[in-house]
């Protein structure tokens, strides 16, 4: 078999040396009756070309977004990768290095950490950021465990516009974790009074934005509240190029800021892998999870990286660890990073400003078909729509119609009258103008 | 009074009420260079035994339990800075925090400085 | 206090100080000393043409952007140059063996990165409408079979994002399972020789860790385990075989004993690449298991992530899965994304991540698995195991065994004995290891040995491999009974950094790139 470089006779002479007869020697202590005597039910080893047929036969019963006018927002974005990206993670070196414990001969994975630790700083306005989380969600539930840490209470209150499913991780690692939360319903509108319900015995607030229906967030009021109050402010987003057009959360108070980097560098994927971008202040360094690299130098005094603080970490501290975690979103960092060096600072803009235009266009064309209703003054790339009727119904037969035109709320909240009839859309830059015309005019037919 | 040391490795040393306490040099030389201290903060109170403090080295993470009751009156603010104290001046400057005594009779249960050494030579 | 002194030396002996240089770059040959990409890129360059919006009226409700970002950009030659160069630094499994034990560094196949990257799988959407992505929904539950039919188990979690993530999950439907027969439990049993994640994650979820000794040869005693089990006790978190590399026979028994007190079965599935194909972990009263895609399975390291871990689960704690998860509907699968959609008999305790997973491990790992097949997956377990023993008994009167010289699984654990009183560590000795184009081994791993030194070559060695991996190791530990400490102490000098100052990357944090003008603000 291709994988497999041992031949028969080469198992023969090493079953020799070790002083065995037979294979099934070293599996002795397997128990004897649970011992399988031949392979698996399932089928044997396929050729490449066999294999290949199989799963592009899977693949191609899938409608991929850039075959269609597409919308599909909702926390994950369809932004063009530049071929150099893609290229690049593919270099044997990255592809397959292992965690950089060893830096002699890490040193490509660990420089390249330090550039996305500081860009991440950067881009949220902080004064610190780890080397990622696996993503957004999860990277929101850590966000909360550690403000529990620094503060010693252990109640965080949600706003109603933090995307649905991350919500849900939150609840879920609070309850089984024996912590609280407090989560206000759906905030279409953006008119949830969140100030109002801020008091001490919270350990932090968690705003998104822009939301998960695309309202922007009055970041300053909120912190200034919840330092009063002694909270900690949670800013979370999943569109990481709002930053190239929207205020850093850092410059506005956040301490703690965490969010989904896939729009940068990442494929859509169907969900997964995706990097979780985390930043804090200075101070609370010592509480933030994940792993760290650091600058330092070498015995011949040239400069080189680590890792570092990783008496933080689960290997060194075991129970008494800030997290459980191991892994870092590695080559999908490396992904975000390479695709931001591309970017660079006047690129981020001018592509920011690109999604914002689009969006704004896009609005526009959909407000002005009959019976469709623009929830948001204020949005990025994404806003609400109300339709007429079920907004399930509306997107499916816009897909008849071959347009992907957003996401129903009801998706990720079903069951709740109120926010049957709408949908969330996204524009990046690859919507083009006919795209969205087309999407305009289905929807109107959709709707006659 | 003279020093007094734990099977543990912390040591104390009091003034009337007042016991300062840190960890023993012999301690420090096994842990490797100290990168962080994790001090108790004034007014906790610790029982004998207690988790009181850790000494982070890069790679390990070790407790440093309160020898003796009673409640933290100063931690050593110098360790913060300069981590690295505890392993120049371990049974100097280089000392963790300070507790006003809740029973000096929990000291007869410590080791002077003689049988300390004695004891880390059987290690 | 605890003295946990496996903490050794980490400022390196300082060298010539120079930075080495012996040419006017710096450079020597192949190897570029490559500036930070805050030092070479400019904010106004771009490798990126995108169009420039002609003025429009924003909406961002007043927040828009008023202070600069700081990210530097580089055109696209400069940035495939910094990464080539970048990438040259690293050590990777395309490069060479990487002995390192607990983490099976098997060769990623090619065919996995192709599979993964058609648009038929990379370019969809998790919510895009689901009549759009029947194959999708084909390909999780294809990769799903697999597992449980390699495991031998009723369900499986395909959410969780990695491995300690899997771990959660696992422990998450234990807890849920639990309250949901009305009881809370306080404790967790863990053996010490334990990987640091579990008992991580049983103290995140509010247990008790309860340590379990092991007996003299490494394994866990069921007696041990009587002892310590009750009705407090929600389960264990055992791996098998154990982190010492030994299959833990009294397992069943174990077994038995966690689940006649009503306790569960948490399995760490780290090192199932010695057993797939030998036997199944549910046929030995597993409840929940995570699975590494990226160890067993071959997905790639990629510098640290990213992973998957899915989590299969017995009959017992089937019906607790998280949301999303596939339900069986005919021939195919049904994909149930909220607790609303669940029926009554369906009790999700809960979401582990927003969407639907890491889809992109999973269509990697299923073209490993079709790519192995039944007959592969088989052999490899064998090669992993003969490859093991081989380097064991290849090192067995060089090198010291902890527990004996007694046949091993995938993986050979030795310690630190033949190096005592050489003044040579096992960090050293490692270190060494660099400078003959090797990555060194897992390093003092599991605590339960001193100065441990774990080696798991994998079934991806050919014998060439393993013999040149055998002789230079023992050529060094030669090295060492010659008192030849000098090939140590210093090492690596071939490297493209020597050894660095993880003491002063502790003590003075410096995380993130400043500008100079700004170094003597940054506080530390």
Same mark, same amino acid.
């Given at each position: 078999?291709?994988?497999?470089?041992?031949?028969?006779?080469?198992?023969?002479?090493?079953?020799?040396?070790?002083?065995?007869?037979?294979?099934?020697?070293?599996?002795?202590?397997?128990?004897?009756?649970?011992?399988?005597?031949?392979?698996?039910?399932?089928?044997?080893?396929?050729?490449?070309?066999?294999?290949?047929? #199989?799963?592009?036969?899977?693949?191609?019963?899938?409608?991929?977004?850039?075959?269609?006018?597409?919308?599909?927002?909702?926390?994950?974005?369809?932004?063009?990768?530049?071929?150099?990206?893609?290229?690049?993670?593919?270099?044997?070196?990255?592809? /397959?290095?292992?965690?950089?414990?060893?830096?002699?001969?890490?040193?490509?994975?660990?420089?390249?950490?330090?550039?996305?630790?500081?860009?991440?700083?950067?881009?949220?306005?902080?004064?610190?950021?780890?080397?990622?989380?696996?993503?957004?969600?999860?990277?929101?539930?850590?966000?909360?465990?550690?403000?529990?840490?620094?503060?010693? #209470?252990?109640?965080?209150?949600?706003?109603?516009?933090?995307?649905?499913?991350?919500?849900?991780?939150?609840?879920?690692?609070?309850?089984?974790?024996?912590?609280?939360?407090?989560?206000?319903?759906?905030?279409?509108?953006?008119?949830?009074?969140?100030?109002?319900?801020?008091?001490? /015995?919270?350990?932090?607030?968690?705003?998104?934005?822009?939301?998960?229906?695309?309202?922007?967030?009055?970041?300053?009021?909120?912190?200034?509240?919840?330092?009063?109050?002694?909270?900690?402010?949670?800013?979370?987003?999943?569109?990481?190029?709002?930053?190239?057009?929207?205020?850093?959360?850092?410059?506005?108070?956040?301490?703690?800021?965490?969010?989904?980097?896939?729009?940068?560098?990442?494929?859509?994927?169907?969900?997964?892998?995706?990097?979780?971008?985390?930043?804090? +202040?200075?101070?609370?360094?010592?509480?933030?999870?994940? #792993?760290?690299?650091?600058?330092?130098?070498?015995?011949?005094?040239?400069?080189?990286?680590?890792?570092?603080?990783?008496?933080?970490?689960?290997?060194? +501290?075991?129970?008494?660890?800030?997290?459980?975690?191991?892994?870092?979103?590695?080559?999908?960092?490396?992904?975000?990073?390479?695709?931001?060096?591309?970017?660079?600072?006047?690129?981020?803009?001018?592509?920011?400003?690109?999604?914002?235009? #689009?969006?704004?266009?896009?609005?526009?064309?959909?407000?002005?078909?009959?019976?469709?209703?623009?929830?948001?003054?204020?949005?990025?790339?994404?806003?609400?729509?109300?339709?007429?009727?079920?907004?399930?119904?509306?997107?499916?037969?816009?897909?008849?119609?071959?347009?992907?035109?957003?996401?129903?709320?009801?998706?990720?909240?079903?069951?709740?009258?109120?926010?049957?009839?709408?949908?969330?859309?996204?524009?990046?830059?690859?919507?083009?103008?006919?795209?969205?015309?087309?999407?305009?005019?289905?929807?109107?037919?959709?709707?006659? | 009074?003279?020093?007094?040391?734990?099977?543990?490795?912390?040591? =104390?040393?009091?003034?009337?009420? =007042?016991?300062?306490?840190?960890?023993?040099?012999?301690?420090?030389?096994?842990?490797?260079?100290?990168?962080?201290?994790? =001090?108790?903060?004034?007014?906790?109170?610790?029982?004998?035994?207690?988790?009181?403090? =850790?000494?982070?080295?890069? !790679?390990?993470?070790?407790?440093?339990?309160?020898?003796?009751?009673? !409640?933290?009156?100063?931690?050593?603010?110098?360790?913060?800075?300069?981590?690295?104290?505890?392993?120049?001046?371990?049974?100097?400057?280089?000392?963790?925090? !300070?507790?006003?005594?809740?029973?000096?009779?929990?000291?007869?249960?410590?080791?002077?400085?003689?049988?300390? !050494?004695?004891?880390?030579?059987?290690? | 206090?605890?003295?946990?002194?496996?903490?050794?030396?980490?400022?390196?002996?300082?060298?010539?100080?120079?930075?080495?240089?012996?040419?006017?770059?710096?450079?020597?040959?192949?190897?570029?000393?490559?500036?930070?990409?805050?030092?070479?890129?400019?904010?106004?360059?771009?490798?990126?043409?995108?169009?420039?919006?002609?003025?429009?009226?924003?909406?961002?409700?007043?927040?828009?952007?008023?202070?600069?970002?700081?990210?530097?950009?580089?055109?696209?030659?400069?940035?495939?140059?910094?990464?080539?160069?970048?990438?040259?630094?690293?050590?990777?499994?395309?490069?060479?063996?990487?002995?390192?034990?607990?983490?099976?560094?098997?060769?990623?196949?090619?065919?996995?990165?192709?599979?993964?990257?058609?648009?038929? %799988?990379?370019?969809?959407?998790?919510?895009?409408?689901?009549?759009?992505?029947?194959?999708?929904?084909?390909?999780?539950?294809?990769?799903?079979?697999?597992?449980?039919?390699?495991?031998?188990?009723?369900?499986?979690?395909?959410?969780?994002?990695?491995?300690?993530?899997?771990?959660?999950?696992?422990?998450?439907?234990?807890?849920?399972?639990?309250?949901?027969?009305?009881?809370?439990?306080?404790?967790?049993?863990?053996?010490?020789?334990?990987?640091?994640?579990?008992?991580?994650?049983?103290?995140?979820?509010?247990?008790?860790?309860?340590?379990?000794?092991?007996?003299?040869?490494?394994?866990?005693?069921?007696?041990?385990?009587?002892?310590?089990?009750?009705?407090?006790?929600? $389960?264990?978190?055992?791996?098998?075989?154990?982190?010492?590399?030994?299959?833990?026979?009294?397992?069943?028994?174990?077994?038995?004993?966690?689940?006649?007190?009503?306790?569960? %079965?948490?399995?760490?599935?780290?090192?199932?690449?010695?057993?797939?194909?030998?036997?199944?972990?549910?046929?030995?009263?597993?409840?929940?298991?995570?699975?590494?895609?990226?160890?067993?399975?071959?997905?790639?390291? $990629?510098?640290?992530?990213?992973?998957?871990?899915?989590?299969?689960?017995?009959?017992?704690?089937?019906?607790?899965?998280?949301?999303?998860?596939?339900?069986?509907?005919?021939?195919?699968?049904?994909?149930?994304?909220?607790?609303?959609?669940?029926?009554?008999?369906?009790?999700?305790?809960?979401?582990?991540?927003?969407?639907?997973?890491?889809?992109?491990?999973?269509?990697?790992?299923?073209?490993?698995?079709?790519?192995?097949?039944?007959?592969?997956?088989?052999?490899?377990?064998?090669?992993?195991?003969?490859?093991?023993?081989?380097?064991?008994?290849?090192?067995?009167?060089?090198?010291?065994?902890?527990?004996?010289?007694?046949?091993?699984?995938?993986?050979?654990?030795?310690?630190?004995?033949?190096?005592?009183?050489?003044?040579?560590?096992?960090?050293?000795?490692?270190?060494?290891?660099?400078?003959?184009?090797?990555?060194?081994?897992?390093?003092?791993?599991?605590?339960?040995?001193?100065?441990?030194?774990?080696?798991?070559?994998?079934?991806?060695?050919?014998?060439?491999?393993?013999?040149?991996?055998?002789?230079?190791?023992?050529?060094?530990?030669?090295?060492?009974?010659?008192?030849?400490?000098?090939? %140590?102490?210093?090492?690596?000098?071939?490297?493209?950094?020597?050894?660095?100052?993880?003491?002063?990357?502790?003590?003075?944090?410096?995380?993130?790139?400043?500008?100079?003008?700004?170094?003597?603000?940054?506080?530390?």
């Amino acid at each position: 078999m291709r994988f497999l470089p041992l031949t028969d006779d080469d198992r023969r002479t090493m079953l020799q040396s070790i002083g065995v007869g037979a294979i099934d020697d070293l599996f002795a202590d397997l128990p004897s009756a649970e011992r399988l005597d031949g392979p698996l039910d399932l089928p044997n080893h396929m050729g490449e070309a066999t294999l290949e047929r #199989r799963l592009a036969r899977m693949a191609g019963r899938n409608v991929p977004a850039g075959s269609v006018p597409f919308f599909v927002g909702a926390g994950a974005y369809r932004h063009h990768v530049p071929a150099t990206v893609d290229h690049l993670i593919q270099r044997s070196e990255f592809l /397959t290095a292992y965690t950089p414990y060893q830096p002699e001969i890490s040193q490509g994975t660990l420089q390249a950490l330090f550039e996305f630790q500081t860009q991440v700083a950067n881009l949220t306005g902080m004064e610190v950021a780890n080397a990622s989380m696996y993503d957004g969600s999860t990277g929101t539930a850590e966000a909360v465990l550690m403000a529990h840490r620094v503060t010693r #209470r252990d109640t965080a209150l949600l706003s109603g516009g933090l995307h649905p499913q991350y919500r849900e991780v939150v609840e879920t690692v609070s309850r089984l974790s024996d912590h609280k939360t407090i989560a206000l319903p759906a905030d279409p509108g953006g008119t949830e009074d969140l100030l109002e319900r801020i008091d001490d /015995t919270l350990s932090c607030v968690v705003v998104q934005s822009p939301s998960f229906f695309g309202q922007i967030a009055d970041i300053a009021a909120i912190a200034e509240k919840a330092h009063a109050h002694g909270a900690l402010l949670v800013v979370v987003f999943t569109e990481a190029v709002s930053l190239g057009l929207i205020e850093a959360p850092g410059a506005l108070g956040a301490d703690i800021v965490v969010g989904e980097g896939q729009s940068i560098g990442n494929a859509l994927n169907f969900g997964g892998p995706y990097v979780g971008l985390f930043a804090t +202040r200075q101070k609370y360094l010592r509480q933030m999870p994940g #792993r760290i690299c650091g600058e330092t130098v070498d015995a011949d005094g040239a400069r080189g990286f680590v890792l570092t603080m990783s008496t933080r970490e689960q290997h060194i +501290r075991r129970e008494k660890a800030t997290s459980n975690i191991c892994t870092n979103s590695g080559l999908c960092s490396l992904a975000f990073s390479i695709h931001m060096t591309l970017l660079g600072e006047a690129g981020l803009t001018r592509l920011a400003r690109l999604n914002h235009a #689009r969006a704004c266009h896009l609005a526009d064309l959909l407000a002005a078909v009959p019976g469709v209703e623009l929830l948001n003054e204020s949005f990025f790339n994404e806003f609400t729509i109300r339709v007429p009727g079920e907004a399930n119904s509306v997107i499916e037969r816009l897909a008849e119609r071959g347009i992907l035109g957003g996401v129903p709320v009801s998706r990720l909240l079903p069951g709740d009258e109120a926010l049957a009839d709408l949908i969330v859309v996204a524009a990046t830059e690859t919507s083009s103008e006919e795209d969205c015309a087309a999407y305009a005019a289905a929807l109107k037919e959709v709707l006659a | 009074m003279s020093r007094l040391y734990t099977a543990e490795h912390e040591w =104390v040393s009091v003034e009337g009420d =007042v016991a300062t306490i840190g960890i023993s040099d012999y301690a420090q030389e096994q842990l490797g260079d100290v990168v962080f201290v994790e =001090v108790p903060e004034a007014g906790r109170t610790l029982a004998k035994g207690d988790e009181a403090a =850790v000494v982070e080295s890069v !790679k390990a993470a070790s407790e440093v339990y309160a020898p003796l009751g009673g !409640k933290v009156t100063e931690a050593n603010a110098a360790l913060v800075e300069d981590p690295a104290r505890v392993n120049s001046e371990p049974e100097a400057g280089g000392w963790f925090f !300070k507790m006003q005594l809740a029973d000096k009779a929990e000291l007869d249960g410590l080791m002077t400085e003689d049988a300390y !050494k004695a004891y880390i030579e059987t290690l | 206090m605890s003295l946990n002194n496996q903490g050794r030396p980490t400022a390196p002996e300082s060298g010539s100080g120079d930075g080495g240089r012996a040419t006017f770059t710096g450079n020597k040959g192949l190897q570029i000393e490559e500036p930070l990409l805050f030092e070479i890129g400019r904010a106004e360059v771009t490798g990126v043409d995108i169009e420039e919006v002609a003025d429009f009226v924003p909406r961002l409700g007043g927040a828009k952007r008023k202070t600069g970002i700081g990210l530097p950009g580089l055109s696209e030659p400069e940035t495939i140059r910094h990464y080539v160069r970048l990438s040259q630094k690293n050590y990777a499994i395309d490069t060479g063996l990487y002995p390192l034990g607990s983490c099976t560094m098997k060769h990623n196949p090619r065919i996995n990165e192709k599979m993964a990257r058609l648009p038929g %799988f990379s370019d969809i959407h998790p919510l895009q409408p689901r009549s759009t992505v029947p194959g999708a929904v084909e390909l999780i539950g294809e990769l799903a079979r697999w597992l449980m039919e390699i495991t031998g188990t009723a369900a499986v979690a395909m959410s969780p994002k990695a491995g300690a993530h899997g771990e959660l999950c696992g422990m998450m439907a234990i807890r849920a399972a639990l309250e949901a027969r009305g009881e809370s439990r306080s404790s967790v049993l863990v053996p010490e020789s334990a990987h640091g994640t579990n008992p991580a994650t049983a103290a995140l979820l509010g247990y008790k860790v309860v340590d379990i000794p092991s007996r003299d040869d490494g394994t866990v005693a069921p007696e041990a385990v009587a002892e310590l089990m009750s009705e407090d006790v929600a $389960g264990i978190m055992l791996t098998n075989p154990n982190t010492c590399g030994l299959f833990e026979r009294d397992v069943k028994e174990i077994a038995a004993i966690v689940h006649e007190h009503g306790g569960y %079965f948490y399995a760490d599935g780290a090192n199932l690449n010695a057993i797939m194909g030998k036997v199944r972990p549910g046929d030995l009263g597993v409840d929940a298991m995570h699975i590494n895609l990226h160890k067993t399975f071959s997905t790639p390291h $990629g510098g640290g992530g990213p992973g998957a871990g899915p989590v299969v689960l017995s009959e017992r704690l089937a019906a607790f899965a998280p949301v999303p998860f596939l339900r069986r509907d005919g021939e195919g699968w049904d994909w149930i994304e909220t607790a609303r959609a669940a029926s009554d008999e369906e009790l999700p305790f809960g979401r582990m991540t927003a969407f639907h997973g890491q889809m992109g491990m999973y269509v990697r790992a299923l073209s490993w698995m079709y790519g192995h097949g039944a007959d592969g997956i088989r052999q490899a377990a064998e090669d992993a195991v003969l490859n093991a023993n081989y380097v064991r008994a290849g090192l067995s009167d060089v090198m010291s065994l902890p527990f004996g010289d007694r046949p091993c699984m995938h993986e050979a654990l030795f310690d630190d004995a033949f190096l005592k009183d050489t003044g040579i560590t096992t960090l050293d000795f490692a270190k060494a290891m660099i400078d003959e184009g090797y990555h060194p081994m897992t390093m003092y791993f599991p605590l339960v040995v001193h100065g441990a030194l774990l080696i798991e070559p994998t079934e991806s060695e050919s014998k060439a491999s393993v013999d040149l991996f055998v002789a230079t190791l023992r050529d060094l530990a030669m090295s060492v009974r010659n008192g030849d400490t000098g090939r %140590f102490a210093g090492a690596p000098r071939l490297a493209p950094r020597r050894r660095l100052d993880e003491t002063r990357a502790a003590r003075k944090p410096v995380l993130k790139w400043s500008p100079p003008d700004q170094l003597a603000e940054v506080s530390t």
